[in-house]
C-alpha cells in the first residue's frame, strides 16, 4: 500500500562508547583495574569474545579478583572514516581527557594501586597520559602516576617502524600515528627505569599475538615490536583482534593474564586481606 514501515531506522552514525565504566563497583576495594583499548577499539567490544554477551572484565575478573574495581575506559577511536567523521583528537588529548576523567573518579580513593590493562596502539596513550603525570598539573594526577603498579600491553608495538607499519594496515587515515613521537616513547621508558630505583616502580609485561590476520597473512604486531627491552613477556595463542577476547577462565590467554595481574597486585590485596 506503499506506507512507510513502523520500524525505527537505525540510525548512521555509530555512538561511541566514551569514558570510564565502572564494571565493578567493591566496596571499599584494594586495587584499580583499568581497561583501554587501541585506535579502532571499543570500550566493551575490544573485550568481548564472538557470542558473549559482557566483556570479559565484567563476566570473569571480578571472581578471580574480588577485591578490585574494574573499569574499561572509551575514547573516540574510530579513524577508519568508514562510519563517520573521526575525532580529530590526538593521542595527547586522549591522554589528557584519560588523566582527567580517572582523576575525577579517583577522588576519595588517592593512594589506591591502578594496574593498566592495554590493547594496541592504546600503548601511546597511557604512556602519553602518565607522563603528563610526571609533571602534574594537579594533585591527582599525581597520585595517578605514584598508584600505577603495573602496565599490561597487549599487542602494542613499541619499535617506531611497527607502529606506522600497523597504523598503515589498519586504516587509510593515520594522522594520529603516522609519524611515531619517538620522544613520548622514550620518554615514557625513562620515567619507567627511573621508578625502579623507588619503594612502588612500575612494572611492565608484554603479551605477543601468535597468530597472523587472515587477510595479512602475518601477526600485526610482530615479537620483536611488541617486546619491551628489559622486561619479561608472554604470548597470546590468537590474532591481534582476538588476543583481548576470552569466553572461559580456562582460557589459556586469560590464565597467562590474569596470573600477571595477580603478581603484581600480591595475594594481600587478590583475598581482600591486608598483611600491613
Known amino acids: 500500500m506503499g506506507g512507510s514501515s513502523s520500524k525505527p531506522r537505525k ?38 569474545a564472538e557470542g558473549e554477551a559482557d566483556p570479559w572484565p565484567k563476566s570473569l575478573l571480578p571472581k578471580d579478583l574480588p577485591t578490585a574495581r574494574i573499569i574499561t575506559y572509551g575514547y573516540d577511536a574510530d579513524i577508519l572514516h568508514l562510519t563517520r567523521v573521526a575525532g580529530q583528537n590526538t593521542v595527547r588529548e586522549h591522554a589528557k581527557t584519560l588523566i582527567n576523567d580517572l582523576s575525577a573518579l579517583r577522588t576519595d580513593t588517592a593512594g589506591r594501586p591502578i594496574i593498566f590493562v592495554i590493547h594496541s596502539l592504546g600503548g601511546l596513550v597511557i604512556q602519553d597520559a602518565l607522563l603528563i603525570c610526571n609533571n602534574p598539573n594537579d594533585e591527582g594526577q599525581s597520585d595517578i602516576l605514584s598508584s600505577t603498579r603495573g602496565i599490561a600491553f597487549l599487542g602494542t608495538p613499541h ?30 621508558h625513562t620515567m619507567v627505569v627511573r621508578r625502579q630505583s623507588s619503594p612502588e616502580p612500575i612494572e611492565l609485561h608484554a603479551f605477543i599475538e601468535e597468530l597472523p590476520v587472515d587477510f595479512l597473512k602475518r601477526r600485526v604486531v610482530e615479537p620483536d615490536s611488541a617486546k619491551i627491552p628489559g622486561y619479561n613477556f608472554e604470548t597470546i595463542p590468537a590474532n591481534h583482534m582476538d588476543m583481548t577476547k576470552f569466553c572461559m577462565a ?26 600491613h
Request: proline letters at 3%.
Open 250 to 275: 580456562s582460557d589459556v590467554g586469560y590464565g597467562r593474564v590474569l596470573n600477571r595481574l595477580k603478581r603484581w597486585i600480591g595475594d594481600d590485596l587478590v583475598d581482600g586481606t591486608v598483611t
Open 11 to 48: 540510525p548512521f552514525f555509530r555512538v561511541a562508547a566514551l569514558g570510564p565504566n565502572v564494571l565493578t563497583s567493591v566496596e571499599n576495594a584494594k586495587v584499580g583495574v583499568i581497561f583501554l583499548h587501541g585506535l579502532t577499539g571499543h570500550r566493551e567490544k575490544t573485550w568481548t
Open 159 to 188: 619499535a617506531g617502524a611497527d607502529v606506522e607499519r600497523f597504523a598503515t594496515a589498519v586504516a587509510n587515515v593515520v594522522s594520529l600515528v603516522k609519524k611515531p613521537n619517538k620522544k613520548l616513547l622514550d620518554g615514557f
